[in-house]
C-alpha cells in the first residue's frame, strides 16, 4: 500500500512563540528577576505533546526571522517535531509570553504579539495541501481565524481536508486577540462545520455555542457538525460526548498544581494519542485528564510535556493512593 506523502499522525497549525516564565512562584512580575525561556504556542505544545507520546507530529506555523525564532526550530526538533512547515517572517518579531505564576489557580497571561504575530502571517497558497489531507489528525485552533490570511489559510485548510480522517477544532478562545466573541462566533461556526472533534472549556464552548452548561455546550457542538464534543469542566473534570450516544465523565486527577498553564495541551496532545491508539472514550479522556494533570504539576509547558510511562505512574497511584494520603477513619 503506497504512503501518503508527507504523513504525519498529527499535524497543528496555528500559534507558536517563547514562554518566558519566572523561576520564582507567588512573586508579582514587576519584581520577578530570573525566567526560564521555553517553546510555547498552543499548536506548537499540542504537537510536543503527541511527540512525547511516541507520535509523529509537525506543525503548521511562521516565527520571526531572528533569534527567538532560530530557537524556536532548535526546540522543536529537539522535541522530535517536523518544522519543515515553520517559515520565517522578517517583518515581525517572534512573540513572547510572560506569566506571573501564583498556584493552585492564578496564571495571569501577557502576549507581546504586536504589531502583529508571524503566526498570524500563514497564506493558504503556501500550504502544503495534499499533507494535511493525509494525516492522522489535523488539529486547528480558534487564534488562528482572529486576523488573515491566517484565517482564510485555516478555512482553506479544513476544507481540503474535508472531514478526512480525524480533524479537531480547539476552541482556544483568546478575548486579547479579538473585538467581542461575535467577532469570532461565524468563523466559529465555519470551522465546526469541517471539523470532526470539537475541544474547548466552557468559556470557549460559550464562545462557539452561545450555551454554557456542560451538557447543553456539547448538543450544540454535535449540533454544529462535530462527531465528539469535548467541554473541559475545570474542577469537575472533563465531560465527553460522541454522535452516536456514547458519553464519558471522568473527574480530574489530583496533583499539587505548580503552574496550571500548558496543562491543556498536554491533554490535546494526549487526546490526539488515544484517538489515534482507538481506545475507548473513557480511557481516552482518563489518559488526556493525567496528561494534563501531570504538566500542572511542573513549572514549564513545552517540557513538562509527559511521556506515556509518566502518564501511566500518575494514574496508576491515583487509581491506588498511598495510605498515607488518605483521610484518618476516627
Same mark, same amino acid.
Given at each position: ?11 497543528t497549525?496555528?500559534?507558536i512563540?517563547v514562554d518566558l516564565y519566572p523561576?520564582?512562584?507567588g512573586? !508579582?512580575?514587576?519584581?520577578? /528577576?530570573?525566567?526560564?525561556k521555553?517553546l510555547g504556542?498552543?499548536a506548537a505544545?499540542?504537537?510536543v505533546a503527541a511527540a512525547?507520546?511516541?507520535r509523529?507530529?509537525?506543525v ?5 526571522d531572528?533569534p527567538f ?5 532548535e526546540?522543536?526538533? /529537539?522535541?522530535g517535531?517536523?518544522?519543515r512547515?515553520? *517559515?520565517p517572517?522578517a517583518?515581525? !518579531?517572534?512573540?513572547?509570553t510572560f506569566?506571573?505564576?501564583?498556584p ?5 497571561l501577557?502576549f507581546?504579539?504586536r504589531?502583529k504575530a508571524p503566526?498570524?502571517?500563514i497564506? #493558504?497558497?503556501?500550504l502544503?495541501l495534499? &499533507?494535511?489531507r493525509?494525516a492522522?489528525?489535523f488539529w486547528?485552533t480558534?487564534?488562528? $481565524?482572529s486576523e ?5 489559510? *485555516?478555512?482553506?485548510?479544513l476544507?481540503?481536508? &474535508?472531514?478526512a ?5 480547539d476552541l482556544? +478562545?483568546?478575548p486579547?486577540? +479579538?473585538?467581542d ?8 461556526r465555519?470551522?465546526l462545520?469541517?471539523a470532526?472533534v ?5 468559556? /470557549?464552548?460559550e464562545?462557539a ?8 455546550c456539547?448538543?450544540? $457542538?454535535?449540533?454544529a ?5 469535548v467541554v473541559k469542566?475545570?474542577p469537575r473534570g472533563v465531560?465527553a460526548?460522541?454522535r452516536d @450516544?456514547?458519553?464519558? /465523565?471522568?473527574?480530574p486527577?489530583?496533583v499539587?498544581?505548580?503552574n @496550571?498553564?500548558g496543562a491543556?495541551? #498536554?491533554?490535546g496532545?494526549s487526546?490526539?494519542?488515544g ?8 480511557k481516552?479522556?482518563?489518559?488526556a485528564?493525567? #496528561?494534563g494533570?501531570?504538566? #500542572?504539576s511542573?513549572? %514549564?509547558?513545552?517540557?513538562?510535556m509527559p511521556?506515556?510511562p509518566?502518564v %501511566?505512574?500518575?494514574?496508576a497511584r491515583?487509581a491506588?493512593p498511598?495510605?498515607?494520603?488518605l483521610?484518618?477513619?476516627?
Amino acid at each position: 500500500m503506497a504512503v501518503p506523502p508527507h504523513y504525519f499522525d498529527l499535524i497543528t497549525m496555528g500559534r507558536i512563540g517563547v514562554d518566558l516564565y519566572p523561576l520564582e512562584t507567588g512573586v !508579582p512580575l514587576a519584581r520577578v /528577576e530570573t525566567f526560564g525561556k521555553f517553546l510555547g504556542g498552543s499548536a506548537a505544545n499540542v504537537a510536543v505533546a503527541a511527540a512525547r507520546m511516541g507520535r509523529s507530529a509537525a506543525v503548521i506555523t511562521r516565527t520571526g526571522d531572528d533569534p527567538f525564532g532560530t530557537f524556536l526550530h532548535e526546540a522543536l526538533k /529537539e522535541f522530535g517535531v517536523d518544522d519543515r512547515w515553520v *517559515t520565517p517572517v522578517a517583518a515581525y !518579531p517572534t512573540p513572547l509570553t510572560f506569566c506571573e505564576i501564583f498556584p493552585p489557580d492564578d496564571f495571569p497571561l501577557y502576549f507581546y504579539r504586536r504589531p502583529k504575530a508571524p503566526d498570524l502571517e500563514i497564506h #493558504a497558497d503556501e500550504l502544503d495541501l495534499a &499533507a494535511v489531507r493525509a494525516a492522522g489528525i489535523f488539529w486547528i485552533t480558534g487564534t488562528g $481565524l482572529s486576523e488573515e490570511p491566517s484565517r482564510s489559510a *485555516t478555512l482553506t485548510a479544513l476544507e481540503a481536508r &474535508a472531514r478526512a480522517g480525524t480533524t479537531v477544532f480547539d476552541l482556544d +478562545w483568546r478575548p486579547m486577540f +479579538w473585538r467581542d466573541p461575535d467577532q469570532a462566533r461565524p468563523y466559529y461556526r465555519e470551522a465546526l462545520r469541517h471539523a470532526t472533534v470539537a475541544v474547548g472549556n466552557l468559556d /470557549e464552548c460559550e464562545v462557539a455555542t452561545g450555551v454554557r452548561e456542560p451538557a447543553a455546550c456539547a448538543e450544540a $457542538l454535535l449540533e454544529a457538525g462535530v462527531e465528539l464534543a469535548v467541554v473541559k469542566q475545570g474542577p469537575r473534570g472533563v465531560l465527553a460526548v460522541h454522535r452516536d @450516544g456514547t458519553r464519558a /465523565e471522568v473527574p480530574p486527577v489530583p496533583v499539587e498544581v505548580v503552574n @496550571g498553564l500548558g496543562a491543556g495541551d #498536554a491533554f490535546g496532545g494526549s487526546l490526539c494519542h488515544g484517538l489515534l491508539s482507538g481506545w475507548d472514550l473513557g480511557k481516552t479522556m482518563r489518559h488526556a485528564n493525567a #496528561a494534563g494533570a501531570v504538566v #500542572a504539576s511542573r513549572l %514549564a509547558c513545552s517540557s513538562a510535556m509527559p511521556t506515556e510511562p509518566e502518564v %501511566a505512574d500518575l494514574l496508576a497511584r491515583a487509581a491506588s493512593p498511598d495510605p498515607a494520603d488518605l483521610p484518618s477513619q476516627s
